[in-house]
């Protein structure tokens, strides 16, 4: 669904463009980096998405005469720079991380090289697209790793920070594993699998459960999954559900995928119940469905403690990433083109915490994985224009404790380039991915992931190291302040 978001951005964007556009030279081509600092619910890496809206925002990015005669109203800007804006577009280089890939802290999730006042414009709602989607699709990989391969349904839209909060966030699910979404609007939006049962007031609304349930069994059996905690989830709602069942029988009604739902209570006690009472029943293939707050930790609890539960429905925490309300992404100016050379010049943002101080020039990722095992290795940051020779032998070390190294030797691994040209010259040239084809390319990205990594607490850490040149570069930049 395209949308001109170009006003979706803070005011001082629009201000220093119009700084730009009459004291410096507004056509000065430089490269930002969009990248974030710290994985986000301390997981081992982030889950990238949110490309494709990206894409989309920088496809429309264009100011209508309705925008800026607001901008006019504000009193803040000159008829000059109004003018201009009603000619703007996007005519830069796009390089990206595709949706569905792992990431880590400090790699350039997103490289924009353009005029300064384009690359200047795009930051806000860049941030904003991807920082919400990668912070939902990694909380979700976190909810499906917990359930060991059961299926994980997104719940979330009545308790997401508006319609696109939910819209955007049963998308970023989709890419992370979810088997399906409640969010009718985001299964047409994005061709992904809608999922539900119902709620307590169907119940309600009829005499008797028993007589609610095969209403509902009659009206869906291939997706009869019966809410059973309306009333009494072991006296009543269990044994209706099984009575329901047995009521399809003899109407002859071939139920396709069935079963029930719990979404209160002690699900481990009750589920190993109501899983004994199925299963008596012969109902050894119906499913036990929970909701009710659930979260990675929940889950894994409820695993530990064998709970009969094979289907799982989460909302509030996955949707809000709860424990991790934001993702921290941000957007620095890495490089300057010398009008003379034509080469970038880099440059650093200093800081009194190490961990804010930049990675310089421009710059693009390898990543390197064993040929043994086509595990990751480590990733590297470095020029975009230097290359890796996987022949080779190649040492790796840690950018801030030097001293530890690994030797790789030529033949024992290869590489892959992280990063993709997505726009060249204002157009883009990138075809985007399904949602379920992101959501496929993310299980493969996940099988060269050492399970260590993968773990809910603790994880093993990936480390993202820097070139040779790049760190050279970026020990001369500060020693060159410091001398100052």
């Not at 009545?158 to 399906?180: E, K, L, S």
């Not at 293939?285 to 009710?292: E, L, R």
């Not at 691994?413 to 991915?433: T, W």
């Not at 260590?452 to 020693?479: C, G, M, Y």
Request: hydrophobic letters at 40%; one cysteine or more.
């Amino acid at each position: 669904m395209s949308r001109n978001l170009t006003l979706l951005t803070d005011l001082y964007e629009l201000t220093m463009m119009q700084g730009y556009f009459f004291e410096k030279d507004m056509n000065e081509t430089v490269i930002f980096d969009a990248f974030y600092r710290t994985n986000p619910n301390g997981n081992g890496f982030a889950v990238c998405a949110g490309l494709d809206q990206v894409i989309d925002l920088i496809k429309n990015l264009h100011f209508d005469e309705e925008d800026v005669n607001y901008l006019r109203s504000t009193g803040l800007f000159r008829k000059e720079f109004l003018n201009y804006l009603l000619e703007f577009r996007f005519t830069g280089d796009v390089y990206a991380i595709p949706e569905g890939t792992y990431m880590f802290p400090r790699e350039p999730i997103v490289k924009v090289i353009a005029p300064i006042m384009q690359a200047q414009l795009v930051e806000t709602a860049l941030l904003n697209i991807i920082n919400h989607q990668s912070l939902i699709a990694t909380k979700t990989f976190r909810i499906v790793h917990a359930t060991q391969g059961d299926g994980v349904m997104e719940f979330g839209l009545r308790r997401a920070q508006g319609p696109d909060a939910g819209i955007y966030g049963a998308r970023a699910a989709m890419i992370a594993g979810c088997v399906g979404t409640s969010n009718v609007l985001a299964g047409k939006m994005f061709d992904v699998p809608v999922m539900g049962t119902h709620a307590h007031s169907w119940i309600m609304s009829f005499p008797d459960e028993f007589t609610a349930f095969c209403t509902y069994a009659r009206l869906f059996p291939n997706a009869c999954t019966l809410l059973v905690d309306t009333y009494d989830t072991l006296k009543s709602g269990v044994p209706n559900a099984i009575k329901t069942f047995d009521q399809m029988k003899k109407e002859g009604i071939k139920l396709g995928s069935y079963g029930i739902r719990l979404d209160s209570g002690d699900l481990a006690y009750l589920s190993k119940k109501a899983r004994k009472m199925l299963d008596t029943a012969g109902y050894y293939d119906a499913k036990i469905c929970a909701s009710n707050d659930l979260d990675e930790y929940l889950i894994s609890s409820l695993k530990e403690q064998g709970a009969a539960i094979n289907s799982w429905g989460v909302g509030t925490n996955l949707i809000t990433s709860k424990d991790c309300p934001s993702f921290g992404g941000v957007y620095k100016l890495a490089a300057i083109k010398d009008k003379k050379t034509g080469e970038f010049i880099p440059k650093i943002k200093l800081s009194e915490n190490a961990e804010k101080i930049t990675n310089p020039g421009d710059k693009t990722i390898y990543r390197f994985y064993s040929n043994e095992d086509n595990h990751i290795i480590a990733d590297l940051i470095c020029f975009a224009d230097e290359k890796i020779d996987s022949s080779k032998d190649y040492v790796l070390f840690d950018p801030v404790e030097t001293w530890k190294k690994t030797r790789l030797t030529g033949g024992t691994y290869h590489v892959r380039e992280m990063m993709v040209q997505v726009f060249k010259d204002g157009n883009c040239i990138y075809e985007s991915p399904t949602v379920m084809e992101l959501q496929k390319i993310f299980k493969e990205e996940l099988e060269t992931v050492y399970e260590e990594t993968k773990r809910l607490t603790n994880p093993h850490k990936i480390h993202v190291d820097l070139s040779q040149k790049l760190w050279d570069t970026k020990q001369r930049l500060l020693d060159e302040y410091h001398a100052e």
